[in-house]
């Protein structure tokens, strides 16, 4: 067993075979040659896992993102940004890690973010004299808030795979988020400071009245989505549909930058996007399904409370993995693969599964952005043709500081608990 | 043959975009109807789950059509050629299996779906189709693209396909 749904998968996922497939590959021979289960399970189990209402927040997030992409949503939010940090040193950086938190509480997306945020803000930092290796490292891991900051798509799969209120997991993960960003945000400052970087730019309140007055309708979208969701009048699902309707609405209505062509094209490439990380979605259920028949977690739980080891040593191995899983797989995969595994191991330390959720979202969030593998590196190299060599160096520092941002996220719980519990 | 497989992937296209328009109306549509009319549509929560199911599985079809699959890929790209050629081969042939038993399990569980949804009384044979219809079209784009498959260059032959990061 542990050769087929351990060691198997390790070997395909090295060779590069698609994720969907190692699962599938994985499940199916555990299925037909050690476990004595029917093989329609793979049929129920791969309709009833996607047939589920979380997850269609997940096509409708990507949706909505893509449209403001596209529509100049997200270069008004952008300029409206820019516009209240113009007098700070280090604006420009600043910018770029406030535009990714404003527009992750849109997309939920966290290399759309990267592509959308970076595509206006890398020429102005390179211009403004950031090296190439900060403004790429920066972009890379700036774009990894969105997948902290509610709505996250990161969030939507952990609530469907181990169980959780999606509500819930929004709302804690809000404070999380903009720490993370704060201490991005300290960083950013005293690094513009050693270096002497002067972008020039001074506060201007008729720019700021401006920007707002232009990006009113922009800036209307998050507190759609979160206002109707934290108030309690949509549920995320319904938040991430009334998001698509707006965007729409004001891409083509109100800025007319998105004309019917475009909005098709947007449209196919949302499905597109859903059908690559939900496909998994089906295949992870059975993978998974089988580990909890085999009694895998269960092991994993026994294992560990023998071992007499406290809550914190228990999560601290937890990190070090989703760290190291992080690195080489995508978020999707690794939620939806882990997330029923581990759930019952944290819970039997004691550990809230709200909060683990959170501590889950924000290490595949590093593991974005993490060599080898992260998928921001590649969006951030295709994109602005940053060698490897450049851009690897530059990631550095972030890293560093998203880990001890993770090490306060996870030992201190209520960080993430307190606005549920105030809210929830 | 080019020509059917234009239409069908011209086809799903559209099927999948106007799936997901309709969706977003009719989940706009639910909780308009919730607050405004106090009269929520008491079928849309279980008619947009099997529209996900319908959209997800043929969307699939799409991104098999351009080996969009998600996979870590780096170390594969640095194996040579011929060792490469074997790897892809043997990802292409566990796919093809894979795909063939899903098939064939799903008709054998499908003929025991012979009830209706809870609340829309949809017949669930029909909602159940998705799957093998989906891995019937997953194989035949397979089979014709047998060799960019295996070569790794489906994206460069397909311009039309959007091929996109996942999230």
């Known amino acids: 067993m542990i050769w087929v749904m351990g060691v198997l998968p390790i070997i395909l996922l090295i060779l590069g075979f698609p994720i969907f497939v190692i699962l599938m590959v994985s499940s199916v021979i555990a299925l037909v040659w050690i476990m004595d289960l029917p093989l329609t399970m793979i049929q129920t189990e791969m309709f009833g896992s996607v047939d589920n209402y979380k997850l269609i927040a997940v096509p409708f997030f990507i949706f909505a993102g893509a449209i403001m992409a596209q529509g100049g949503i997200s270069r008004r939010l952008v300029e409206w940004v820019l516009s209240i940090l113009g007098g700070i040193r280090g604006s420009l950086a600043l910018t770029t890690v406030g535009a990714c938190t404003v527009f992750g509480a849109i997309s939920g997306s966290s290399p759309a973010t990267v592509a959308a945020v970076g595509g206006m803000l890398f020429p102005s930092l390179r211009e403004k004299g950031y090296p190439e290796k900060f403004a790429s490292g920066l972009l890379a891991s700036s774009g990894a808030i969105a997948g ?14 181990a169980e959780e209120s999606v ?6 993960g809000i404070l999380p988020g903009l720490f993370i960003a704060f201490v991005m945000g300290v960083y950013i400052y005293f690094y513009a400071r050693r270096r002497g970087i002067r972008e020039g730019g001074s ?37 991430a549909g009334v998001a698509c309707l707006y965007a729409i609405l004001v891409a083509t209505l109100v800025y007319r930058d998105l004309t019917l062509p475009g909005l098709w094209k947007v449209t196919v490439e949302s499905v597109y996007l859903t059908a690559q990380v939900l496909i998994i979605v089906g295949a992870a259920t059975l993978f998974s399904r089988l580990l909890t028949v085999a009694g895998v977690p269960q092991t994993m739980v026994e294992w560990i409370t023998s071992l007499e080891v406290s809550a914190w040593v228990v999560l601290l191995v937890i990190n070090l993995l989703l760290l190291l899983v992080g690195c080489v797989l995508d978020p999707a995969s690794a939620i939806l693969v882990l997330a029923p595994i581990l759930k019952p191991v944290v819970a039997a330390a004691g550990i809230d599964p709200v909060h683990f959720g959170i501590i889950m979202t924000v290490n595949v969030s590093i593991g974005m952005f993490t060599p080898p593998f992260g998928l921001n590196i590649f969006v951030t190299q295709a994109l602005f043709r940053v060698p490897l060599s450049s851009l690897y160096p530059g990631l550095v520092p972030f890293i560093i500081i998203n880990l001890l941002a993770l090490g306060v996220v996870t030992y201190w719980p209520d960080l993430s608990l307190v606005l549920v519990r105030l809210l929830g | 043959m080019e020509i059917l497989t234009r239409s069908v992937l011209r086809t799903i296209r559209l099927f999948v975009g106007v799936l997901l328009i309709a969706s977003v109306f009719l989940i706009c549509a639910n909780a308009a109807g919730r607050y405004l009319f106090l009269a929520p549509i008491i079928w849309a929560e279980e008619i947009l789950g099997y529209v996900l199911v319908w959209t997800v599985y043929l969307g699939a079809a799409l991104v098999t059509w351009d080996g969009g699959h998600l996979r870590m890929d780096l170390l594969s790209k640095t194996m040579p050629g011929p060792v490469r050629l074997i790897v892809n081969g043997l990802a292409v042939a566990s796919f093809l299996a894979v795909g063939g038993i899903i098939i064939y399990q799903s008709f054998e569980a499908i003929g025991e779906f012979t009830h209706q949804s809870q609340v829309a009384e949809v017949p669930m044979q029909l909602m159940h189709a998705v799957i093998p219809l989906s891995f019937i079209i997953i194989l035949g784009f397979i089979a014709l693209r047998l060799r960019g498959h295996l070569n790794d260059t489906l994206s460069e032959t397909d311009p039309e396909t959007p091929r996109e990061n996942a999230p």
């Open chain 1, 148 to 161: 902290i900051i509610p709505p996250s798509i990161a969030m939507i799969l952990y609530g469907a795979a």
């Open chain 1, 167 to 172: 509500r819930h997991l929004f709302i804690a």
């Open chain 1, 203 to 239: 506060f201007d309140a008729a720019t700021l009245v401006r920007t707002t007055k232009s990006g009113s309708w922009a800036l209307g979208t998050p507190l759609i989505i979160l206002g109707g969701i934290y108030l309690g009048v949509f549920s995320p699902t319904e938040a």
